[in-house]
C-alpha cells in the first residue's frame, strides 16, 4: 500500500502546482480585465453611436427614397418631352436642309438670269448710245427689278406661323 500512497502524494503535488500556476494566470487576468475595462466601455459606446447612425441612415434612405418617387415620374415625363422636341428639331432640320438645297437652286437661276438681263441691257444701252446722248432721259424699269419681281411671283409667300395663344400673357 505504500506505492499506493507514494502515488497519490505526488499526484497531489502536481495539482497543487497546477492549481497555482492557474490562480496566478487568473490574477494576472483580472489585471488585464481592470486596464481593458475602459477600452471595453468606450467600444460600448462607440457601437451604441454606430446603432444610433444607422437609425439615422435608415430614416435619410426613407426620406431619400421618397423624395426620388415623386421626382423619377417628372424626370420620365421631362425625358419624354425631350425625345419628342428631340424628334421634331430632327424634322425640321431635314426640312431645312431641303429648303437650303431648294435655295441654292433659286439662288443660281437668279445669278443665271440677272447675268443675261445685264447682257441685254449692255446691248440695248450701246445700241441706243447714240439716241442716249441726244434723249437724256432715264430707262423706265431697271431691269434687275424686274427680274427680282418676276422670281418672287414665281413663289408664293408661304404663310406666317400662328403664334399660340399661350404666349400672349405671362
Given at each position: 500500500?505504500?506505492?499506493?500512497?507514494?502515488?497519490?502524494?505526488?499526484?497531489?503535488?502536481?495539482?497543487?502546482?497546477?492549481?497555482?500556476?492557474?490562480?496566478?494566470?487568473?490574477?494576472?487576468?483580472?489585471?488585464?480585465?481592470?486596464?481593458?475595462?475602459?477600452?471595453?466601455?468606450?467600444?460600448?459606446?462607440?457601437?451604441?453611436?454606430?446603432?444610433?447612425?444607422?437609425?439615422?441612415?435608415?430614416?435619410?434612405?426613407e426620406?431619400?427614397?421618397?423624395?426620388?418617387?415623386?421626382?423619377?415620374?417628372?424626370?420620365?415625363?421631362?425625358?419624354?418631352?425631350?425625345?419628342?422636341?428631340?424628334?421634331?428639331?430632327?424634322?425640321?432640320?431635314?426640312?431645312?436642309?431641303?429648303?437650303?438645297?431648294?435655295?441654292?437652286?433659286?439662288?443660281?437661276?437668279?445669278?443665271?438670269?440677272?447675268?443675261?438681263?445685264?447682257?441685254?441691257?449692255?446691248?440695248?444701252?450701246?445700241?441706243?448710245?447714240?439716241t442716249?446722248?441726244?434723249v437724256?432721259?432715264?430707262?423706265?424699269?431697271?431691269?434687275?427689278?424686274?427680274?427680282?419681281?418676276?422670281?418672287?411671283?414665281?413663289?408664293?409667300?408661304?404663310?406666317?406661323?400662328?403664334?399660340?395663344?399661350?404666349?400672349?400673357?405671362?
Open positions: 500500500m505504500m506505492w499506493l500512497d507514494v502515488g497519490i502524494v505526488f499526484l497531489l503535488i502536481i495539482a497543487i502546482g497546477f492549481c497555482y500556476r492557474l490562480s496566478e494566470r487568473l490574477r494576472s487576468l483580472k489585471g488585464i480585465t481592470s486596464v481593458l475595462a475602459p477600452s471595453l466601455e468606450r467600444l460600448s459606446q462607440v457601437l451604441n453611436g454606430a446603432n444610433n447612425s444607422i437609425g439615422f441612415l435608415k430614416q435619410a434612405t426620406t431619400s427614397r421618397k423624395s426620388l418617387d415623386t421626382y423619377i415620374p417628372n424626370a420620365q415625363a421631362l425625358s419624354d418631352d425631350l425625345l419628342l422636341l428631340i424628334e421634331h428639331a430632327d424634322r425640321i432640320s431635314y426640312r431645312l436642309d431641303d429648303l437650303l438645297v431648294k435655295a441654292s437652286g433659286i439662288e443660281k437661276d437668279l445669278r443665271q438670269t440677272v447675268l443675261v438681263s445685264l447682257r441685254q441691257s449692255e446691248k440695248k444701252n450701246n445700241a441706243s448710245e447714240g442716249a446722248a441726244k437724256q432721259s432715264r430707262p423706265v424699269g431697271d431691269p434687275r427689278d424686274l427680274f427680282v419681281q418676276r422670281v418672287i411671283s414665281r413663289y408664293p409667300k408661304d404663310p406666317l406661323p400662328e403664334q399660340p395663344q399661350s404666349q400672349e400673357r405671362k
